[in-house]
């Protein structure tokens, strides 16, 4: 009788590139050593769950203690938390986890590197992310500009609509045509939708191409641009086809983000997704002054995938979810 588990102790990725992963990760900390950014360490597991309705925490419990604990989706809340207290320029590397995400980009435990740059401008943090990328993917980035697009423009020349105009049904046609059968969904589900399937999969081919400008509804824990505030101040880096970063110039208004954090967890409810506490702990944090700044994540998984040139996330991780 065969061995149902035969082979699968053994890692997936190469020793090859688990070496290349290993040397990048170095490269990663002395990037930031050399800019004087504080590496900083956070818990993996937390009290309150994430309120996005696009992202889903794991819920953990332990031995003789009924009280729920979640694996953080994102240092973000945490983070936050050091800045308000003072602790200037940080980054992280760490797990994360976010159940149900699966695919060839996706994985439901992978590392992120986060870092966040007090006084800092959109503009110059799209400048670091593009150098630190271009370090860690080498010669595949070599002679790569940097390319800077509109949220607008991108869908225009992608998927031939103003996704700020164009009506629901609109939308509902694109999606259909992209091969979507499932329910239509709300406006930003569509637009999420034609992102993944149409836009963004032509982005980044000849540049590292940051849209920039996304709708004020996808703010999440940004801004609004005050000279547009139908739009957020947010973008995302793309690299042949694959997002690698999502940024924002980060929203310090305690109230305006716990309305945010109601909404979302409206919509949770109303999607069937169940919905939890906030982190008050945030807000608490928000409220008594978070520094002006900006953040980013960057996936490093992905990003090693580009640098090794491999065909999915599987091939760049030691164990997989379903070996783990």
Request: hydrophobic share 45%; with cysteine.
């Amino acid at each position: 009788m065969s061995d149902p588990h035969s082979g699968q102790w053994r890692a997936t990725a190469t020793c090859a590139t688990l070496r290349q992963r290993a040397r990048l990760l170095a490269t990663t900390r002395e990037f930031f050593a050399a800019r004087a950014v504080l590496e900083v360490d956070t818990p993996l597991v937390v009290n309150a769950p994430v309120s996005d309705v696009h992202l889903h925490s794991a819920r953990v419990t332990f031995a003789n203690d009924a009280r729920p604990f979640y694996l953080h989706t994102s240092p973000e809340y945490a983070m936050k938390r050091l800045l308000a207290g003072g602790s200037g320029d940080i980054y992280q590397i760490c797990h994360v986890v976010r159940a149900l995400e699966r695919g060839r980009l996706h994985n439901a435990e992978f590392t992120l590197v986060e870092w966040y740059r007090l006084g800092w401008t959109l503009d110059e943090l799209i400048e670091e992310v593009a150098a630190l990328v271009r370090a860690l993917l080498g010669s595949s980035a070599a002679g790569r500009p940097l390319r800077r697009l509109s949220y607008r423009q991108a869908f225009l020349e992608h998927a031939g609509l103003d996704p700020f105009a164009a009506s629901q049904a609109q939308l509902t046609a694109a999606a259909r045509a992209a091969g979507f059968a499932g329910p239509a969904g709300g406006r930003d589900e569509l637009l999420e939708l034609l992102m993944s399937t149409c836009v963004g999969p032509q982005l980044g081919k000849s540049a590292l191409t940051f849209v920039h400008g996304y709708p004020a509804s996808q703010a999440a824990l940004a801004r609004l641009d005050p000279a547009d505030p139908h739009t957020a101040l947010r973008f995302e880096l793309y690299c042949d086809g694959v997002e690698l970063a999502n940024g924002f110039h980060e929203l310090a208004d305690a109230a305006e983000q716990r309305a945010r954090f109601g909404h979302d967890l409206a919509a949770r409810r109303q999607l069937g997704l169940g919905a939890a506490a906030l982190d008050e702990r945030l807000l608490a944090a928000l409220d008594s002054g978070l520094p002006d700044c900006c953040g980013v994540a960057l996936g490093f998984d992905r990003t090693v995938m580009l640098a090794v040139g491999a065909g999915s996330i599987d091939s760049v991780l030691p164990f997989p979810i379903e070996r783990a």
